[in-house]
């Protein structure tokens, strides 16, 4: 047995190991428990059928999967395919809205006293410590016809007389944006405040414009900030559907609705767990090629 | 690493075992019914009353969604309910889910009471699951002086020339669904696929018209009717009268092409602990007086023929909440789609999408 020396004192390779193992064993109890064990349940459960009675039925076949890009029994219609691609749509605007925002939010953050930051970032986390469907509610008193909102849009005949700013994609990207701002804001900052300003000066004095130096004096270095900041933005977006719901009158349905669908009304939990899973490997290999493409350098 | 697999290990079985003695401890009372309900839908002087008449303490455990409470009894074992209280489209599921049994009728002789529409029903065409509790309408609650409630027709929403003002639909897909197949002149409970694609058609046919706000549940659509953003929308019965109440410029109608009922009904749990408990129960609801007082309390229809006679006259002669006969002929109850379910889960999805 060989005898190595570690943090100063004196252990062997197995020791160390077992050590390392009772350690991390917790951890991996729970990520296996909690989720590896589900998500090998829900990814089998797809392949499975409904019972005439929304029970389980277990003989396997891909009918879920030819279900999901649109055979139907009113023959091929893309409307899965649809209510995807709508959900992505939604979710890569609110997080493009929310990087803009939260940029210059998280520089003004960043150029206050100490005090003063602690109590912008209680202003900016205290809302998402109420309850998503009560913040929603409070935007639809906001946006109804009989508030200040309203009869300003009105004034500028945007809208007509008794009209009210919601329900529409307007209002739904009121309620996305504001619901996921702050965790946007958070990883920005983080960043903002590692930013080596050195290099910005370096920048200014090789004669860099305005626009240059942000690009490769700040940009670059944040990119990691802002690479968490989508991903935290993005993937819960994607599942999102209260908010559109509310918002946007239920007009048109989201994957959120459809999954919700599928384990509520339809009782057709096979079917959702196909969509389910999908959603879920939209989502890894999204950031998959997020992590080759923008952060080659920097995740 | 092994101390922790023994500890964990002796949790688990110590979690398993603290289980099984809880459920023994439920089961050795049987001096308790336990009834799975609706929040908010029993008069709570009726715990008192019912322990001081029948002897049986009432434990109520509430719920707030239909597919939230078959997942309650499909998870944690039906032996922990006696009566559970549900809609008529789920009974044909939960008895092939097997959560539900048969009720012996000679043990519950108030029976007598309840009114000839909920005989034979197609939720139950037996008679032998189900009692019926309190029932329902669904219909269109709309601001308009101008409009008879008796002469009202689905093209009210559907007809773009006649609608006259904002107007939302009901967020249910199988609620939905039938209504537009009851406004294109087919049966509610159809499962005709060119008839549901004919129902599809006529709802997305509403979609493009401007004056439609969008999809919502009941509630919703009352508050948006009630808050003028809205000049019409489809709701039931219970939600029309609370916003009549509120402004008497409303008015309900059902439909002249048809609409349909609901019942919410008391069910006997395939393991009930206290099925005496349970029929006593059953029987307690359906006295006429208590009927007529929980009826009045929810300010729901009931199912109580006998109640009727009793309840005052303001109350029984209210059309929102107990429709005339003609009404009532036009009304259907809802059937289980059975393997139709997909089609009308996709119709309801073609609905949405498009």
């Known amino acids: ?299 | 690493m092994k101390k922790i697999l023994l500890a964990l290990a002796m949790f688990t079985a110590a979690c398993f075992f603290a289980g099984c003695n809880e459920e023994q401890k439920s089961s050795a009372h049987p001096d308790k019914v336990t009834v799975m309900i609706y929040s908010e839908y029993i008069d709570p002087e009726m715990l008192t009353d019912f322990q001081m008449k029948t002897g049986y303490k009432l434990q109520l455990e509430l719920y707030e969604a239909q597919e939230e409470m078959i997942g309650k009894l499909q998870a944690s074992g039906t032996s922990q309910y006696d009566v559970i209280i549900a809609s008529d489209v789920v009974i044909q599921q939960m008895i092939h889910l097997g959560l539900i049994q048969p009720i012996d009728t000679s043990k519950v002789p108030n029976r007598v009471n309840i009114a000839d529409q909920f005989k034979n029903a197609s939720y139950d065409p037996t008679n032998s699951y189900s009692i019926p509790y309190l029932w329902g309408t669904t219909g269109i609650l709309y601001r308009d002086a101008d409009v008879d409630p008796m002469k009202v027709s689905y093209s009210m929403l559907f007809d773009a020339k006649q609608t006259k003002g904002k107007f939302s639909l009901l967020e249910e897909s199988r609620s939905m669904l039938s209504m537009a197949l009851q406004a294109k002149g087919y049966d509610a409970n159809s499962t005709d696929q060119k008839q549901i694609n004919e129902a599809v058609e006529y709802i997305l046919q509403a979609k493009k018209d401007p004056h439609f706000l969008g999809f919502d549940g009941s509630v919703g659509g009352k508050d948006k009717v009630l808050s003028k953003m809205d000049w019409a929308a489809i709701v039931f019965n219970g939600e029309a009268m609370a916003a009549i109440e509120e402004d008497s410029t409303l008015q309900f109608a059902i439909p002249t092409e048809g609409s349909f009922m609901w019942v919410d009904a008391m069910l006997l749990s395939s393991k009930a602990p206290n099925k005496e408990g349970a029929y006593a129960f059953m029987n307690y609801i359906l006295d006429a007086k208590i009927g007529a007082q929980l009826a009045k309390f929810i300010n729901y229809a009931t199912p109580n023929k006998a109640s009727l006679e009793v309840i005052d006259e303001e109350f029984k002669s209210n059309r929102v909440i107990n429709p005339s006969k003609e009404e009532i002929d036009r009304m259907v109850f809802l059937k289980d789609p059975g393997d139709a379910a997909r089609i009308f889960d996709e119709a309801w999805t073609i609905v949405k999408t498009r």
């Open chain 1, 1 to 299: 047995m060989q005898t190595e020396v570690f943090e100063g004192k004196l252990t062997t390779r197995a020791r160390m190991r077992k050590f390392g193992v009772l350690l991390t064993g917790p951890g991996m109890l729970w990520l296996i428990v909690f989720l590896l064990l589900p998500t090998i349940f829900l990814m089998v459960l797809a392949f499975a059928q409904r019972g005439s009675y929304g029970s389980i039925n277990w003989d396997f076949s891909f009918e879920n999967l030819k279900r999901l890009v649109g055979f139907s029994s009113f023959g091929w219609s893309p409307d899965n395919l649809l209510i995807l691609w709508r959900s992505l749509k939604i979710a890569v605007v609110t997080t493009v809205l929310c990087i803009a925002f939260g940029l210059p939010m998280a520089f003004w953050i960043a150029n206050h006293g100490k005090s003063m930051r602690a109590f912008l970032f209680a202003l900016i986390m205290v809302p998402s410590c109420t309850n998503l469907v009560i913040r929603t509610s409070a935007w639809m008193t906001l946006l109804g016809p009989d508030m200040f909102p309203a009869d300003i849009a009105r004034f500028f005949g945007i809208i007509g007389a008794g009209d009210s700013l919601y329900p529409g994609s307007f209002a739904v990207y009121i309620g996305m944006v504001s619901s996921m701002l702050p965790f946007a804001v958070l990883p920005l900052y983080t960043s903002v405040e590692r930013l080596d300003w050195g290099i910005v000066e370096a920048s200014r004095d090789l004669y860099a414009g305005p626009i240059r130096t942000f690009y490769h004096g700040i940009l670059s270095q944040m990119m990691p900030g802002i690479i968490a900041s989508v991903i935290l933005t993005l993937v819960p977006s994607l599942g999102m559907y209260v908010i559109s719901d509310l918002l946007g009158g239920g007009k048109y349905m989201l994957i959120g609705n459809l999954i919700q669908q599928q384990f509520g009304a339809a009782m057709d939990w096979p079917f959702g767990a196909m969509l389910g899973s999908v959603l879920i490997i939209c989502s890894v290999v999204s950031l998959i090629i997020f992590q080759r493409v923008g952060g080659k350098n920097f995740v």
